[in-house]
């Protein structure tokens, strides 16, 4: 898990560097995307006490589980955030607009399942709703990856129509 945490969280910073390419350097979405591959890697490399979310005898958490939850936090709001300032930006450009309302659909659902998951009315089965609404926002932006390796040159938005 750690390695996987790790490993998702430096390609997503990688690939916010690369949205940057693509996008006005005014955009908040290569910055949200960035800022969540960091916040991934802080929560992989900071492990929780233990493996559920709550639970008896759970008091006196450590400070590394708590640098955990802050860190997936973090995480959780730019992955959700990102592929919707993206999706609004990718709608003003023709070569990008077949990807936009996808990507806010998925963005959207993984909002949703998050809100279901942090309700806990799904419970037993929390950890797979947590891990739907991260699949959901990660596929959002696996879309927007597939699209740029499928362009034949960047393109960059300029200022006035973002």
Do not use: K
């Amino acid at each position: 898990m750690i390695a996987g945490f790790v490993v998702l969280g430096a390609c997503s910073a990688g690939f916010g560097a690369a949205l940057r390419t693509v996008v006005t350097r005014r955009s908040a979405g290569p910055w949200l995307v960035a800022a969540g591959g960091v916040a991934a890697v802080a929560a992989g490399a900071f492990q929780r006490d233990h493996m559920l979310l709550t639970g008896p005898g759970f008091a006196g958490e450590s400070w590394h589980n708590q640098v955990h939850d802050v860190a997936s936090a973090v995480a959780y709001a730019a992955m959700l955030a990102a592929p919707l300032v993206l999706a609004r930006q990718f709608r003003a450009d023709p070569r990008w607009a077949v990807i936009a309302r996808p990507v806010q659909v998925l963005a959207l659902a993984s909002a949703a399942a998050m809100a279901v998951f942090v309700s806990r009315v799904a419970e037993p089965s929390n950890g797979t709703v947590q891990r739907t609404a991260v699949t959901l926002a990660l596929a959002a932006e696996a879309l927007a990856a597939a699209r740029i390796l499928t362009q034949e040159s960047p393109v960059v938005l300029p200022p006035e129509q973002v």
